[in-house]
């Protein structure tokens, strides 16, 4: 057997099969036309640069992969030393980025492994990543030849922060709206099946390049790509990381830190009236089931991965395809589709917010360890509603004054310890109040 | 200094002498924390507000700081943070029982994992891996003023330091060959590894304006009024050097001697195997000087080390991790006895010890009338140090307010003399530790400067 192209074991109710029925639930999705046995996909990176890998994450049960940029020949030229974290205290890597240019293969390696690796795993789902130069012919070249790998869809990188806007691809097109619309049009008229447009978080508003790929014909958006970003200096050589001999660059920024970030620009989209169903396929610092399950709500209908399983290998799929499947038992959602989109309703405009809501902190005496964070952080930068006492045995006791408390949530933040300090919304006898209808506000619209 | 054991044979003649194994046992106790372990165990700080590990520290060391400067791997930060606020902050880290103090007080003991901060080995860490181009600390102008201190043990020291620092001349005058005091002589050897003692000292010295002057003894060859009458103040950081006795027939005895003792010639000792060892020996106390001696003892290769104590072991002044540590050495404890006679052979030397069973009558420690024995061939006393009598004998120093037998001092450290201060284990009675000892000092040194600067402006 050719260990880079084995065939795919099955057995049923392996852990690690491509079942889309987890623990009783169907975690399988079709989006935007593809479909996969679970909505954990590979993004397009060092991950799925080749068969060896792809067949691996499809091995440890992964549902789709978005196989790494491919371009016009002569495959891209990479630099040695090419990532770098952005460590927590403990070493953990908070954030990473990476200077790798897209696929610096050959086409026609990339297209053969293509080929026979959807041949061999015909349930998963199989994205091709393109980028080629901002002219129709470039596109109607790569095109069919895309099409003949029988891959089920293509994503647009028109997002790559690094190398490629030099050489006027990546995000020197996701960031001009007027590209992005023309690119996605040719790729509709030259190829047959789902284009999905790479959105590059560098930009102001990510609606923009939304609707601009919805005007060109799209079929979803995927969001987002790198951000740019420089996350360490080496103080004594007076460099950034990664380092090149003497030199360094700007890289894109990936992994748990953007996450939020990558949240808020999902419900951007998938909240504006523009662009309504516009299928989403999140991107951005997931790493467990929760994460996941948090992009879900906000609007994708898939997820893609790549920073959690380049710090940790494939095997995570495992644990979030079990974790999310079990959180959906457990809140009786019997499809990805069931929860999609549920939290959009609740998630508005600052003006809209009910002005007379008041929640204000309490702290549990039983749980608390004295440590006195809250304290401080309130007293020195917030709003000055903890009270440091003591107690008669010398112990301290910290309390909320209620009257000063404006519900910030600081001190439940910096707390320690789990449920110590809770917000407890408080019953004001005021009726709902937007800021929009207020009478403070000398821009209010009448209710 | 150990003759009373020369008829014992040494380490060298007993059991299986091994000459690395015995220098292992005597290696450090808790070895230091890696850089990584340090790395991970800052981090578990929550770097309380008015953190109670301060407040429980006896040296007011800013403990969430240096930890959170540890944790931004700014070590040399980290080490002056702690020596500002003690200057013998290294052997604090290897001695303090910080299980009682410190680490006691730490919230995370509260916390659902119960288990504290590890401050001591952090302090450690910070001050073993400090490298500073020259001593941290600078000397203000000069005062001109010049001030004898007397011994060169952890209160000493660091009065001294804390005098050079405010711009003072100082001059310390050492009864013993070495400075340290008990880390030089007296802290069990497995805490006090790699000649530390001696290193601590030289790196305080560093700051200048401090000369010692040795073999200088108050009341043989130094007294109190002519260091009253040369130096413009005088600082007492006297040890107790004097151990107490049983009070029984045979005291004298070839084979019984003061735990101190045999501990200063253990740690003094260029060859561990040369040490004389009791096969069977007994110690009496309950202290960390008891425990210190029983685990030394055992650690040398005695087979049967039995720690003897009148009352129960809730009652004993050496912490739970200490007499664990004894515990884990395979020293025997015995409670509730007390010292009844002690036993000879046809020689006259030590054959073992009678022991009388006691009771706790209504508070009252009472003997049973009960008694058993039991057979060795040393007996090491620990039943608590005082005065050198001829220290305190002379006119001036007999003048001195005593707390008890210690040197009664006011808030600021002041005896009943003007210009002497004193503090340390000769003061009032207290825990007697060496942290306390260098906070003694350094207030001290604050005292003194304060009243040297009254009396200038009033002049």
Same mark, same amino acid.
């Given at each position: 057997?050719?260990?880079?192209?084995?065939?795919?074991?099955?057995?049923?109710?392996?852990?690690?099969?491509?079942?889309?029925?987890?623990?009783?639930?169907?975690?399988?999705?079709?989006?935007?036309?593809?479909?996969?046995?679970?909505?954990?996909?590979?993004?397009?990176?060092?991950?799925?640069?080749?068969?060896? !890998?792809?067949?691996?994450?499809?091995?440890?049960?992964?549902?789709?992969?978005?196989?790494?940029?491919?371009?016009?020949?002569?495959?891209?030229?990479?630099?040695?030393?090419?990532?770098?974290?952005?460590?927590?205290?403990?070493?953990?890597?908070?954030?990473?980025?990476?200077?790798?240019?897209?696929?610096?293969?050959?086409?026609?390696?990339?297209?053969?492994?293509?080929?026979?690796?959807?041949?061999?795993?015909?349930?998963?789902?199989?994205?091709?990543?393109?980028?080629?130069?901002?002219?129709?012919?470039?596109?109607?070249?790569?095109?069919?030849?895309?099409?003949?790998?029988?891959?089920?869809?293509?994503?647009?990188?028109?997002?790559?922060?690094?190398?490629?806007?030099?050489?006027?691809?990546?995000?020197?097109?996701?960031?001009?709206?007027?590209?992005? /619309?023309?690119?996605?049009?040719?790729?509709?008229?030259?190829?047959?099946?789902?284009?999905?447009?790479?959105?590059?978080?560098?930009?102001?508003?990510?609606?923009?390049?939304?609707?601009?790929?919805?005007?060109?014909?799209?079929?979803?958006?995927?969001?987002?790509?790198?951000? !740019?970003?420089?996350?360490?200096?080496?103080?004594?050589?007076?460099?950034?990381?990664?380092?090149?001999?003497?030199?360094?660059?700007?890289?894109?920024?990936?992994?748990?830190?953007?996450?939020?970030?990558?949240?808020?620009?999902?419900?951007?989209?998938?909240?504006?009236?523009?662009?309504?169903?516009?299928?989403?396929?999140?991107?951005?610092?997931?790493?467990?089931?929760?994460?996941?399950?948090?992009?879900?709500?906000?609007?994708?209908?898939?997820?893609?991965?790549?920073?959690?399983?380049?710090?940790?290998?494939?095997?995570?799929? /495992?644990?979030?395809?079990?974790?999310?499947?079990?959180?959906?038992?457990?809140?009786?959602?019997?499809?990805?589709?069931?929860?999609?989109?549920?939290?959009?309703?609740?998630?508005?405009?600052?003006?809209?917010?009910?002005? !007379?809501?008041?929640?204000?902190?309490?702290?549990?005496?039983?749980?608390?360890? /004295?440590?006195?964070?809250?304290?401080?952080?309130?007293?020195?930068?917030?709003?000055?509603?903890?009270?440091?006492?003591?107690?008669?045995?010398?112990?301290?006791?910290?309390?909320?004054?209620?009257?000063?408390?404006?519900?910030?949530?600081?001190?439940?933040?910096?707390?320690?310890?789990?449920?110590?300090?809770?917000?407890?919304?408080?019953?004001?006898?005021?009726?709902?109040?937007?800021?929009?209808?207020?009478?403070?506000?000398?821009?209010?619209?009448?209710? | 200094?150990?003759?009373?054991?020369?008829?014992?044979?040494?380490?060298?003649?007993?059991?299986?002498?091994?000459?690395?194994?015995?220098?292992?046992?005597?290696?450090?106790?808790?070895?230091?924390?890696?850089?990584?372990?340090?790395?991970?165990?800052?981090?578990?700080?929550?770097?309380?507000?008015?953190?109670?590990?301060?407040?429980?520290?006896?040296?007011?060391?800013?403990?969430?700081?240096?930890?959170?400067?540890?944790?931004?791997?700014?070590?040399?930060?980290?080490?002056?943070?702690?020596?500002?606020?003690?200057?013998?902050?290294?052997?604090?880290?290897?001695?303090?029982?910080?299980?009682?103090?410190?680490?006691?007080?730490?919230?995370?003991?509260?916390?659902?994992?119960?288990?504290?901060?590890?401050?001591?080995?952090?302090?450690?860490?910070?001050?073993?891996?400090?490298?500073?181009?020259?001593?941290?600390?600078?000397?203000?102008?000069?005062?001109?003023?010049?001030?004898?201190?007397?011994?060169?043990?952890?209160?000493?020291?660091?009065?001294?330091?804390?005098?050079? @620092?405010?711009?003072?001349?100082?001059?310390?005058?050492?009864?013993?060959?070495?400075?340290?005091?008990?880390?030089?002589?007296?802290?069990?050897?497995?805490?006090?590894?790699?000649?530390?003692?001696?290193?601590?000292?030289?790196?305080?010295?560093?700051?200048?304006?401090?000369?010692?002057?040795?073999?200088?003894?108050?009341?043989?060859?130094?007294?109190?009024?002519?260091?009253?009458?040369?130096?413009?103040?005088?600082?007492?950081?006297?040890?107790?050097?004097?151990?107490?006795?049983?009070?029984?027939?045979?005291?004298?005895?070839?084979?019984? @001697?003061?735990?101190?003792?045999?501990?200063?010639?253990?740690?003094?000792?260029?060859?561990?195997?040369?040490?004389?060892?009791?096969?069977?020996?007994?110690?009496?106390?309950?202290?960390?000087?008891?425990?210190?001696?029983?685990?030394?003892?055992?650690?040398?290769?005695?087979?049967?080390?039995?720690?003897?104590?009148?009352?129960?072991?809730?009652?004993?002044?050496?912490?739970?991790?200490?007499?664990?540590?004894?515990?884990?050495?395979?020293?025997?404890?015995?409670?509730?006895?007390?010292?009844?006679?002690?036993?000879?052979?046809?020689?006259?030397?030590?054959?073992? @010890?009678?022991?009388?069973?006691?009771?706790?009558?209504?508070?009252?420690?009472?003997?049973?009338?009960?008694?058993?024995?039991?057979?060795?061939?040393?007996?090491?006393?620990?039943?608590?140090?005082?005065?050198?009598?001829?220290?305190?004998?002379?006119?001036?120093?007999?003048?001195?307010?005593?707390?008890?037998?210690?040197?009664?001092?006011?808030? @600021?450290?002041?005896?009943?003399?003007?210009?002497?201060?004193?503090?340390?284990?000769?003061?009032?009675?207290?825990?007697?530790?060496?942290?306390?000892?260098?906070?003694?000092?350094?207030?001290?040194?604050?005292?003194?400067?304060?009243?040297?600067?009254?009396?200038?402006?009033?002049?």
């Amino acid at each position: 057997m050719n260990t880079t192209f084995s065939t795919p074991l099955s057995f049923p109710g392996k852990k690690n099969s491509g079942d889309s029925v987890v623990n009783g639930v169907d975690l399988s999705v079709n989006f935007a036309g593809i479909k996969a046995p679970n909505p954990f996909w590979l993004a397009s990176a060092p991950p799925t640069d080749k068969a060896y !890998n792809v067949v691996r994450a499809y091995e440890a049960g992964w549902g789709g992969v978005v196989w790494k940029t491919l371009g016009e020949e002569p495959p891209a030229v990479n630099v040695s030393s090419r990532y770098s974290a952005h460590y927590g205290k403990n070493r953990e890597v908070i954030g990473f980025n990476n200077i790798e240019l897209i696929t610096d293969r050959s086409l026609a390696i990339n297209l053969k492994e293509i080929t026979q690796v959807k041949k061999d795993w015909p349930d998963r789902a199989l994205i091709v990543s393109i980028m080629v130069p901002c002219n129709e012919e470039a596109w109607a070249y790569i095109l069919p030849l895309v099409e003949a790998t029988g891959a089920d869809g293509i994503e647009l990188n028109l997002g790559c922060p690094h190398g490629m806007p030099e050489r006027g691809m990546g995000a020197a097109v996701g960031q001009n709206p007027d590209l992005i /619309e023309k690119v996605t049009y040719w790729c509709k008229k030259h190829y047959s099946k789902p284009v999905i447009v790479k959105l590059t978080p560098n930009i102001t508003d990510i609606r923009v390049g939304a609707q601009a790929a919805l005007r060109g014909g799209a079929d979803a958006v995927s969001l987002i790509n790198t951000i !740019n970003s420089i996350t360490s200096i080496d103080l004594d050589n007076m460099v950034a990381k990664p380092t090149v001999g003497h030199q360094s660059t700007h890289g894109g920024y990936c992994g748990s830190a953007v996450k939020p970030i990558a949240m808020n620009m999902v419900a951007e989209i998938a909240r504006d009236p523009a662009t309504p169903t516009l299928p989403i396929s999140g991107i951005g610092g997931i790493s467990t089931w929760r994460d996941a399950a948090e992009f879900i709500a906000l609007g994708s209908g898939s997820v893609q991965v790549c920073t959690a399983a380049m710090l940790n290998g494939f095997r995570i799929v /495992e644990e979030m395809k079990d974790g999310l499947s079990r959180w959906m038992a457990e809140k009786g959602y019997a499809s990805i589709e069931a929860f999609s989109r549920k939290a959009i309703p609740q998630t508005t405009d600052w003006k809209y917010l009910d002005i !007379n809501f008041k929640t204000i902190a309490k702290i549990d005496q039983d749980l608390c360890i /004295e440590c006195g964070r809250c304290y401080i952080a309130c007293e020195d930068t917030s709003h000055q509603s903890i009270a440091k006492l003591t107690e008669q045995d010398g112990a301290r006791r910290y309390e909320v004054i209620e009257e000063e408390c404006v519900g910030c949530n600081l001190c439940q933040i910096t707390c320690p310890v789990e449920n110590c300090i809770t917000m407890v919304p408080q019953e004001t006898g005021k009726p709902f109040l937007a800021w929009d209808n207020d009478p403070r506000n000398p821009f209010r619209v009448a209710s | 200094m150990t003759s009373q054991l020369n008829h014992l044979p040494s380490a060298k003649e007993v059991g299986t002498y091994d000459p690395q194994t015995l220098e292992s046992n005597f290696s450090d106790l808790h070895p230091p924390l890696t850089q990584r372990q340090a790395m991970i165990e800052s981090q578990r700080c929550l770097y309380c507000f008015d953190a109670p590990c301060v407040e429980a520290c006896p040296s007011d060391i800013d403990i969430p700081s240096f930890i959170r400067q540890i944790s931004e791997n700014n070590i040399n930060g980290a080490a002056q943070t702690i020596l500002e606020a003690n200057i013998l902050g290294g052997s604090c880290a290897r001695v303090c029982p910080t299980e009682i103090l410190c680490e006691r007080s730490c919230v995370r003991n509260h916390d659902a994992e119960c288990q504290p901060v590890l401050i001591g080995l952090l302090q450690r860490h910070a001050t073993d891996n400090m490298q500073f181009d020259s001593h941290p600390f600078k000397r203000a102008a000069s005062t001109g003023r010049h001030i004898a201190v007397v011994g060169a043990g952890p209160a000493g020291l660091s009065c001294a330091h804390r005098l050079a @620092m405010l711009g003072h001349q100082v001059t310390i005058f050492e009864a013993e060959q070495k400075p340290g005091g008990l880390n030089e002589y007296g802290i069990a050897r497995y805490k006090m590894t790699d000649d530390f003692a001696r290193k601590e000292v030289e790196f305080l010295l560093e700051i200048g304006g401090i000369d010692i002057q040795y073999a200088q003894r108050l009341g043989d060859n130094l007294t109190l009024d002519t260091l009253r009458h040369r130096y413009d103040s005088v600082f007492l950081g006297l040890g107790l050097g004097a151990s107490r006795a049983l009070g029984l027939t045979g005291e004298d005895a070839p084979g019984l @001697m003061p735990a101190v003792d045999y501990i200063k010639t253990l740690r003094q000792a260029d060859d561990l195997g040369s040490l004389a060892v009791a096969k069977r020996c007994i110690v009496i106390g309950a202290g960390n000087t008891a425990i210190d001696m029983a685990t030394q003892m055992a650690r040398l290769g005695a087979s049967e080390v039995t720690l003897v104590y009148r009352r129960g072991v809730e009652a004993m002044s050496a912490t739970d991790h200490e007499q664990e540590i004894a515990k884990a050495n395979g020293v025997r404890m015995v409670t509730w006895a007390q010292p009844d006679d002690i036993l000879l052979d046809a020689q006259g030397r030590v054959a073992g @010890m009678r022991f009388a069973k006691t009771a706790d009558q209504a508070g009252r420690l009472t003997t049973t009338g009960e008694t058993f024995e039991i057979t060795a061939d040393a007996i090491f006393t620990a039943i608590g140090q005082g005065f050198e009598n001829a220290s305190l004998s002379d006119a001036t120093a007999a003048e001195l307010a005593r707390d008890g037998e210690r040197i009664h001092v006011d808030e @600021m450290f002041q005896t009943s003399l003007p210009n002497v201060y004193a503090g340390g284990d000769c003061v009032k009675p207290g825990q007697d530790l060496t942290v306390q000892a260098v906070q003694h000092g350094k207030l001290a040194a604050h005292a003194i400067h304060q009243a040297l600067a009254a009396k200038q402006e009033a002049a």
